[in-house]
């Protein structure tokens, strides 16, 4: 079966700490994958996607993430982490074919305390 | 700017009783998706559609209904079948070729 498992319920992390937050996936085909971020009562903004290449990809806000096929795992990782970060993340994967809807994880809530 | 206009932001609908959530986007898009939010259950989708005049049923597609007769518009319609409406709906859509989703900001519905 198809699925992204995303651990961590919930993580707190102090300010200037890194972060990293672990993702898991089940997937048949060549998976594109993908992470997003959601503040409270928004909509979701993607930080980052990998679909070939080079398997560490970054994105915005200083985020990064790396591929690995051999576990099937895409974390994503921060080495400083800001207050304005809390939010909930989105770990997603997908087929490398146009109009595939996309399976998402449960999603991280990530604190920042001071 | 580009990007999806979901309407209104915040709903409330009485038992029984149909209601329609707008998504419209100018991106020029092929696909569209549309996905509901429960807290501690990620997204689960509700509806797809590749092209025009065409979608099909996601996981959860029981008591709801869309239709796609413009490329920028994918209303979904929540009906009385639908056992418990009350969520977070999200709207998305994508480009040919694939690619991650644009989203809209979503529409909080609340059975009363």
């Known amino acids: 079966a198809q699925s992204v498992t995303q651990p961590d319920i919930h993580i707190t992390v102090s300010e200037g700490a890194s972060l990293e937050l672990r993702c898991n996936y089940s997937y048949g085909a060549t998976p594109y994958l993908f992470w997003y971020v959601q503040s409270p009562g928004q909509g979701l903004q993607l930080l980052l996607k990998?679909?070939?290449?080079?398997?560490l990809v970054q994105g915005i806000k200083g985020f990064e993430a790396e591929f690995k096929r051999s576990q099937s795992s895409f974390n994503l990782r921060k080495p400083s982490v800001h207050w304005s970060d809390a939010a909930e993340y989105f770990c997603?994967?997908?087929?490398?074919?146009?109009?595939?809807?996309?399976?998402f994880g449960k999603g991280t809530t990530l604190s920042v305390s001071s | 700017d580009g990007g999806i206009t979901q309407s209104p932001k915040y709903l409330f609908r009485k038992e029984g009783q149909n209601v329609t959530l707008s998504c419209e986007q100018n991106l020029n898009h092929d696909a569209m998706y549309w996905y509901r939010q429960d807290p501690g259950q990620g997204l689960r989708l509700i509806y797809y559609s590749q092209i025009v005049n065409d979608f099909q049923k996601g996981d959860i597609a029981e008591g709801y209904s869309v239709s796609r007769e413009k490329k920028e518009s994918f209303p979904l319609t929540v009906t009385s079948a639908q056992k418990n409406p009350t969520a977070f709906y999200l709207c998305a859509s994508s480009p040919t070729g694939g690619g991650g989703y644009t989203f809209g900001s979503g529409t909080r519905l609340t059975v009363v």
């Open positions: 997603a994967v997908g087929a490398h074919q146009a109009g595939t809807a996309l399976i």
């Open positions: 990998y679909f070939s290449g080079d398997t």
